[in-house]
């Protein structure tokens, strides 16, 4: 009879790795997404460990830095349209980047309505038998799930928001206000959690101006961030349920000399940092980053960029000009922990990508519109939308 022939320390130690899953996923959460997606393909217990909400919740932990993700990509929408305006899909920030194709979602028919730290909220077409459809869809995974709204009687639908930090918890929030019918600027707050999967009983009520943006915000540290055409808005903080004021610049502050006007602001949030970046007009390549204070009691000055020098490197661009207005707005800040913090501009058809510390230009992207918009949604008409993507393993 044989003697079986002793294992080796390599199949020893695999096969100690395997029927350990603590040891499993110290190993596995090093591992980035689009690798890990490939490795469920292994086993019943990889694709069940790699899937579960504490294991994208310890992959986050990993790969966050001083608390927060780093977006690769950015997608691209155009006014109310709801197909993809540009044959590229989405604008990637570093040369490795994998963009995703959201060719899962059901319908091809959607708009993205925001996108929060890994999953974006979106929703269908207006279906006159069903309404407004919303939908949460995580692109690295091709993931995806619909969103009943609450059924309530009370006022108008204004906007619904996402609130989502993989980082502190696998679980994510819906906020969905209304307006109530009420000449006295009453609203109505609800929010669902993907927890529970389920609206909370109660709602809150509260009152608020009209020029506050209920449909354009951003959320980080716990706190939802209303932009405003107004002097002041609002932020919620999701865990105490608590609202309070936020000021907003006063028009034309610290405005580069020469400026007569304001033509275009963004509201965003990157790494913690609330901003509104600012263009001018007579219509010119220099335009402000400001940032809110830690406290909310005011904005500063974080940068002012002069890009004329840098533009003429674009001797065929054409230049903004008042009767054909061909768009200059600042689509998207991302700071970076060192020097790298970068701002993606739109002139002509070009996203164009700036490193924010000297104005060194990174990446210059062509925005070709698809046939079927480009007759409907004109840039110089409706502008650009845009929404950070980041890689995560986050569930829906």
Known sequence: ???????????????????????????????????????????????????????????????????????????????????PPFELPALPLSPETRVPVLDFIVDPHFKILQSCNGLLLGHFYYNINEGLRYFICNPTTRKFKMISLPVSQLGSLRAVNLAFDPVKSPYYKIICVRKFLSPNKRFGLYIYSSKSDEWDSSWISFRANEYIRFDHGVFFNGIFHWNSNGRKSLRFDLENKVLKKIPMLAPMFQAPEGSEDEDSRYFGESRGHLHLGVTYMPLCFKFNIFEMAADYSHWFLKYCLNLDDTMKAFPDLRLPVVDIYYGFHVLSVIRSEGEGSKVVILVDYKAICYELKDGILLNVYELKQCPETLNRCPLNYIGIQVYQYFETLSCV
């Open 1 to 83: 009879m044989k003697k079986p022939k002793p294992s080796s320390p390599i199949s020893c130690s695999a096969e100690t790795i395997a029927h350990n899953q603590d040891l499993l996923t110290e190993i596995l959460i090093r591992i980035p997404p689009k690798h890990l997606l490939k490795l469920i393909l292994i086993s019943k217990q990889w694709r069940s460990l790699i899937s579960s909400l504490q294991f994208s919740h310890y992959h986050s932990l990993h790969y966050q830095n001083r608390g927060f993700l780093t977006p690769t990509a950015l997608f691209l929408g155009i006014g109310n349209y709801y197909r």
